[in-house]
Structure formats: structure tokens, C-alpha cells
């Protein structure tokens, strides 16, 4: 039941191309943000559709990875765990952040991928 305590599962759409760097120690790190909707019945039964954002990292061999392989619009399956940090901007106010760090990244096919590779087999 330990690995359950802090874990996220979340399919989504890249909402920008992934950028990656290089700390100061040489460790890759590739943040990204990831768009993920639901959607429901309001009491009119309207159909009504929420977007969440997720800003997700990822570290060395993941961070190459989506790095290489993510582009905006694409879609993912992420899982990882949640992180609450804040940092001092340059104005000196707090500002806080919640991050999903990735421990496992899988790479969807859309339906206009899944549509070409059906074109092409025949």
C-alpha cells in the first residue's frame, strides 16, 4: 500500500512543446504542462466541460525523453507524484506550485495518427 500513498495517473494534451535544461549538477530536467477535461451535466442538463492544468517535470532519462518525443497537442498518459513547493520571485512575494513529477510516461496516438496508419496498410 506504500506506493499508493502519494501516486497520480492523468491522460492529457501537452498544451506547450516541453522545454528541457541542465542544472547546475548536469541533470536533465523537462517541464512541460498538460491539459486534462472532464465534463458533466449541469441541473439546466447543460453539458458543461472543465479543463484542468498540470505542470509536470520530468528528470534525466524521462526529461530526454519527453524532450524528444512531446510536442504541443500530443497526446499522453503520465503517472508520478505530487509536489507542493514555493519559491521567492523577484519582486519578493511567495509564490507556491504544485508539480507532478513523472515516474512513468507512455506516448498516445491520436485518432489522425490512428487514421493515417490505417490509410497506409491495405
Known amino acids: ?67 524528444k518525443y512531446l510536442k504541443k497537442g500530443k497526446e499522453v498518459a503520465v503517472e508520478g507524484r505530487i509536489v507542493y513547493r514555493s519559491y521567492e520571485d523577484k519582486k519578493g512575494v511567495t509564490k507556491n506550485i504544485t508539480e507532478i513529477v513523472l515516474n512513468d510516461l507512455l506516448l498516445l496516438r491520436s485518432g489522425k495518427e490512428r487514421g493515417k496508419d490505417e490509410e497506409g496498410q491495405g
Do not use: C
Open 1 to 67: 500500500m506504500n506506493s499508493l500513498k502519494n501516486r497520480v495517473t492523468l491522460i492529457g494534451n501537452l498544451g506547450q512543446d516541453p522545454v528541457t535544461n541542465t542544472t547546475e549538477t548536469g541533470k536533465k530536467v523537462t517541464h512541460f504542462t498538460l491539459a486534462t477535461s472532464d465534463g458533466y451535466k449541469n441541473a439546466d442538463g447543460q453539458k458543461i466541460s472543465e479543463t484542468t492544468w498540470h505542470n509536470i517535470v520530468a528528470w534525466n532519462g524521462l526529461a530526454d525523453i519527453a524532450g
